[in-house]
């Protein structure tokens, strides 16, 4: 399909309520609206590739928030950022800090007064990062509607303590890509699984993430996990209403290896237990740094019951012939670590792949920010069509 | 008035000694030059609110040095900068370091091969912000004048330990705005007064800034601190001979009571006493730690024995429904801290009216660079006006 | 010469296979190569001075890496960038971090998918600055060749273990404009000595780069320095093998004195012994953090038997009248140690001439990335000469 012929359908969505809208969890957006996203994506790709200029901005500031240390996502941050024609200026603030909310209204305007997007990533603690940035999109709009910003900044979410919206939504964009439309997902089995790791913490938004999205396109979810290494209830229970609504099918399983049998995607990745990610946050919150050592050792120890939950290729060959992906840095057993999430040779075959799904992620932010900040997406993407304006010049 | 009609009248200016000079001290410039200025930030502020680009260069940078922690004018500078199409880089230096003059020149000439503008903030020393700020301009001007350098980069100062200019333009620029021109200053009662706060060292920049700037349009400055809590002594003669000739007032108060009755603008801030603050200097020169550390103890029990100096709404009472200022952040009482500058109550009142006074500060920054860096003004903020280009393409 | 003639002769030399190439070690490249890198230097500088933009970018970005402190090479790298459109993003590595080969093979891909040119800078141990380059290098080839990257980063080597090409080719270009030409440099003799410092483990790469690039035009350079601090064998018999080709000479002898005997140009530097340095590399390996105290101690010690090597008025008389040339920061007798490289009054009589030397530099690393990306470098310079777009708008 070339671009024109993208634009057109693309003309058919009901996008209006992205305009001047934040993004902060993919299940509080119509499917047009996620599918709108993918489609300007897949443009603004096409467009760069192609050599024509995408800026819609002749200046403007895009603000990070990284409160979690970062590489990729500071990366896909900043290429969508300067793929719009948009300056980077990152807001250092101190890690681990649970903020009140008064600083927190006078930081978000004093850094947006000339600032288009704000990109926030504040995964750490459950019940901190999205409440945070609805904190910060609750200022920015009190200050855009008392005339204190002459525009309203947009809020993306690259990452809380709930969803993971840009990964998600890219790791999507991978699936329509390697099956060949939105629509060939129906009927497939995707496995989101736990995995071992020896390291702490991880974040739970990927997995909710992705039974929040993957969910919704007809697809047979199956969440599979040892016993104490659920999610957050709410997340669960949209999953299970979604997957109802598109006429999938959304399980939960306790053995990886029922959950890889005839499976079309697998994408098996560590992440702590929800119950140890409150408790931490309670324990923060109180200042209790024995506490949290000792909680740290309980959750290592713990992992280690089920050092078995790798992704081997004993278990690839259960699937149908499955695509693996992870959203990267994956734990490869032998290589990053003793014993990881996944075996070497899996990885190693699947290793071009999971660049190409990350390779995706920067595309997505861009696309969101157009979509928040562009009042007739269909015509500026003509435009930018059109113009002529290469991007090398 | 339209943006027409401004230039105009900005027309009739005298401003081409602000042509490649720096923006150091308030008091070093005529009054036509601060009006140009504000004159410039108005018009800046007006076409990017019309959607004009206000782009002057397609490559430069401007570099910026911070030597000590800054979110708001780190993000003001960023996005004056970008405002006019330079890309920010900072020079990071090992903070509390009193420079030498030779490392000085050096690094002042490396960092500008292809730099418009310097903005340092540098206000933790009494007797070395300034001089570390002319040593940067010598350097370049220097560089320049031997054809190292390709333009001379500007110097804008952005918080020394004698000025704070583009804070204090930006609150002129505030007032005038609120009070509705230049002229209605003439005659009010302006209170810069000191407040009580649990912090230490908090610069003098913006009390003199402050006495140094509104002291020459008319209005009655009064300057209200307790005993042992004054002012750079030349700073003070400044602002009594401004007043003098501008036809207004300017007196110092032991009393915040006294000071706060029919004021029409109040300004309570804390600051610490200008001896400690030229002691800690030679401390820290003689890198004596633990005189330091005595000194900080000394000066917060000092401070206790103000605590009553806030401004409250009992005090607030007393004005002439004063409008409340703050270069932010504030020390709110119960808030940010258990006593602090102001109630809580009064700052909630004026909230807005603060963030907004700090919005005009990435404009005043802009503003001080164009007029450094443009050398015929007016023309080309016609060119802006009419060649169409738009900041959202 | 005028930027038109210029190009004209530019339009001779054979530089096809600077197209889609790193720049890494000068001595990979041609004669005509490295004159086609000053080239480009000089017309993007005259374009510059000129107020022609030479932007050939409008969006894309500039990866830096620097696993060692930085600020004039920093900076250089952001002027290069800007100056041709693209925008700084940093990639913040833990120092002294030795990188293993699938970590590293990541990440280059992860920092890679809108970027146009890393630039790296690993000076602090040897065998592996370059080595990781060549990694880095070789992830993206492969990136770019499987689609994973829509276009093929560039590295640009800005100092590694075994040369420091865009600090020399700053070099050369100093003295093409000191000299008046590239081929007025024949017979002349450039001593690159070795002198006294009192800081421990400067890297070998100024020497080797100079030895490495300056043998290749005729001149007679001669390597001077005391037992024990010879270079890396390798570069040496480069050196010898291109002082051949060229009609010139090259000497190694352990006598400063000897050396500054009727020389035209002399760098007098101090740098590390290569066999302390390599020893450096095991025992960090090794993780042997007393070792390597142990080894900078005598190594600092060695260094004390050889104070007496420093460039004097007194050698200076003993010259032809030589150019003094420096990398900076120097290390000055008397102003930034007590005995250092240089005595004050050498230094200061050339302080002007080595800031012109690093202002060189800019532009070097623009050309080379111009030269990587640009197909037709002829007729894209035709283009920004005659396109009328300005810099300073």
Sequence with gaps: MDTEDRIEKFADLRLENLYESDFLLTWDRTD?????????????????????STRIFSSGLAVSIFRDKSTRTRFSFASASNLLGLAVSELDETKSQISHGETVRETANMISFLTEVIGIRDDMYIG???SYMKMVSDAVREGFSERILPQLPMIVNLQCDIDHPTQTMADLMHLVHYFGGIEKLRGKKLVMSWAYSPSYGKPLSVPQGIIGLLTRFGMNVVLAHPEGYGLIPEVMTIAGEQSGKSGGRFEVTGSMEDAFRDAHVVYPKSWAPYHIMEKRTELLK???????EALEADCLENNKSYVEWECTQRLMK???DALYLHCLPADISGVSCERGEVEASVFDRFRTATYSQAGYKPYIIAAAIYLSKVKDPVSKMKELLYSGDRRVM
């Design 286 to 292: 109180a200042r209790d740094m024995k506490g949290l």
């Design 318 to 320: 259960s699937t149908k």
């Design 128 to 130: 901190e990062g999205h």
């Design 32 to 52: 047009e609206e996620i599918e709108g996203v993918l489609a300007v994506a897949d443009m603004l790709k096409a467009l760069r590739e192609n050599n024509r």
